[in-house]
């Protein structure tokens, strides 16, 4: 296994695998935390219906207070339960009967007289009269307990009443049957709407629901009619059976909420997998690109070595056989001096290669742009070059540009065209053809360098360009360099403001293109 598959498997290994793990146990838990979420919901919503409950319990219980105080035997005292049913809106009238048995004639004490002679016929039906929970609230006043009771009483005229029941003594210690006739939407609406308001905030919506006709008797946020209170989390009104109590958060219903919180979930979590799959992408190409440039810079040091070392052998060897007299005739001494010389400028041009690329990449290699005509430049460097391309059995062709003028530094555009040309040789071993050209393009000076030689892949294309890389299959790898020359025109091309580009296919040749800028530009 190379070190790139080790990296990708560690990584993997390290961050993937515990992270996809993790994702997948959340997503299959995710049925169990909703139902969790639930359950905490409704002990929360639970909690404060039982606070509102508790609530109307205590304002009832205030009021059985007051009322014992005034079912008094001294009628002087009624002007208690006068002053409790003015400030209370919601209590319409209290009564009394002086004895458990129900059918005797009750005390009505009410603030309209009308509403006293309807309590007391009620009271005279036996119809709704109800035994044994008068009964039951003995049983309990016995034990040391009052129990107030709901009693289902006939319909009062004038309104919708609730009849409420427990058992008092008198000073003699005799029990006695008491009640109230109270107006649960009143009482709500007074009493209980401003507790509900405190509660609700703007977090929840509170409502109270008369269950017989569906119909909502308060809420806390009237415009609010994003659900009804089939959604909303309810429980029974303790005072009033025939109503309840309802909660939810305010603008969605509780199972909105949970699927909410859920798909937030989800969307965070997938969203950390795929920042962390993508950061684990970019480690690993960085990764990869550091690894691959230290094997590029490995290789790199080796080709040089075998390309420094054989001219080096060769001029050892001559300059030792013709130091030691060995060679007689001045026409064999002639060609030795003449591959002493090519090999020493082979030498020097490796190492010239090394030194500016090494000050290329240090952004020390001095710049100086000034209008160039590409044609004239050109032109000098074949000159310079038809013997090397002649005696290596090239064929060229240049077609310029007469009017064309180019932004660049004069050294550099001669090195980057030298290089392309080396280039074009060195991978030309059949078809030893170069077609060099002149052209405008759209707002710049284009020059393209074509051979016709074993091509370049497409898979190796993207990398030519990159520092000390070198194919390694093919016929190109069997061509010994350095690795440098194609970074060095990139990074020259780059500091001149313009660019190169390469279309190539195997076996058939390749077609560098430099972009330079217009001197009108």
Known sequence: MNATRKIALLLAVVFLLPALFFSGYELSSQNKNEAIIQEAYNRQLDAILFSVNQYSDDILNRWITQVEGGLSTAPSTSGTLDNLLMINGALSAVFMIDTVDHRAVPRVYALDSSMAEEVRRAWENPAWQNTSKINQLLSYKRSGFRKVDVLNGPPIDGGNFQWLVFIIENSRQAPRIAGTLIEPEVFVEELVGPRLQEIARDQFVLSVVRLQSGTTIYNTAPRDTAKTIT?????????????ALGIRPKGSSIQQVINDRTTTNLVLLLSVDLLLILAVVLVFRNVKKEVQLAQNKSDFVANVSHEIRTPLALISMFAETLEMGRVKSEEKKQEYYTIIHKEAHRLSGIVNKILNFSQAEANKKPLTIEPLHPDTEINEILKTYDFHLSNKGFVYTFTGSPDLHILADRQAFIEVIINLIDNAIKYSPDQKRIEISCHRGIGVGLIAIKDFGIGISKADQK????????????????????????????QLMDAQRGSIALESEPGKGSTFTLSFPLESN
């Open 231 to 243: 959604e909303a989390f309810t429980k029974e009104f303790w005072l009033f059976p025939d109503y």
């Open 463 to 490: 990398h030519v360009f990159d520092k000390f890389y070198r194919v390694t299959s093919g016929n190109l790898a069997q061509t010994r360099g350095t690795g440098l020359g194609l970074s060095l025109v990139k």
